[in-house]
């Protein structure tokens, strides 16, 4: 047993999708959240920044005492993610491998496509990691960076939303796909217009939330679940951003669906993510 919290990082906001999903399937597990929103989106970035830029996040999360950390950001998962878990002692998840899998299950005619940001589809990650367990799928890619920026922007019109999604839709591979895998984290905010668009005959997988199972998996593993009789509070839940803090907290309360999120604010001093401000 251990009752250190879940350390969870991203370029911004996007990973608390994953959160969301967390507190829901492990709600006895405490969670830390660092989003690099001054530093978003990650996704036009070299991999040698992003890497940097992760290393920077798992540290200071380390630093916090967490016992594992998910990448819950698919561009930091496909540059960083073997790079991380090779440099640090601590059990590092990412999101990639989990939903690859979801979408192999699910697949009726072996078409799948892959939504994500430029770095993911660059990386060819979800079509590796799809091709090692299956290599009668046919990945087909877009990406999608404006998805990343209409949720940063906390956009709400319905109305814009959709236009913004059936616009970049409509540049998706001419194929007939049944599946379809959200490869941001940002996206499950999206995913009732995405189905919109798509139509009710492809199934939608949610790379970040299926990560949570395996986190339920390498908890059980490792012997790192909270203890059941210490129940967690989640108002001592930490967050943080290296952006603007009163955003986050609208934003994230918002997402989450509460109204209590304590935020800190991190500044980058001399390459080292270090506390700045509280609200």
Known sequence: MDNRAIGYIDSGLG??????????RLPNEAVYYLGDTA????????????ITFTRQMIQFLVEQKVKMVVIACNTATAAALTVM????????LGVIAAGAKTAIERTQNKMVG?????????????VEAINQNATDVDVYQLAV????????????????IQQV?????????????DT??????????????????????????DAGAETVTSVAKQLMQLDLNHQNDNFVDHHKDRYYTTGNVSRFKLLGE??????????????LIDQKLCLDEVI
């Open 180 to 205: 379809l895998i959200l490869g941001c984290t940002h996206f499950p905010l999206l995913e009732s217009n995405i189905k919109n668009t798509m139509g009710a005959g492809v199934t939608i997988v």
């Open 39 to 50: 530093r978003m989106p990650y996704g036009p970035r070299s991999q040698a920044e992003v």
């Open 165 to 177: 999604v059936d616009r970049n839709m409509k540049a998706f591979p001419n194929a007939k796909i």
């Open 145 to 160: 960076p404006e998805f990343v920026t209409l949720v940063e922007s906390g956009v709400t019109d319905d109305l814009t």
């Open 114 to 126: 892959v939504i994500a940001t430029q770095g993911t589809v660059k990386m060819d990650s979800y």
């Open 254 to 267: 918002q997402w989450l669906e509460r109204n209590d999120l304590h935020v800190q604010r991190l500044a």
């Open 15 to 24: 990973g608390l999708t994953v959160v969301k999903a967390a507190l829901k």
């Open 85 to 92: 878990q090779n440099e640090f002692k601590i059990p590092i």
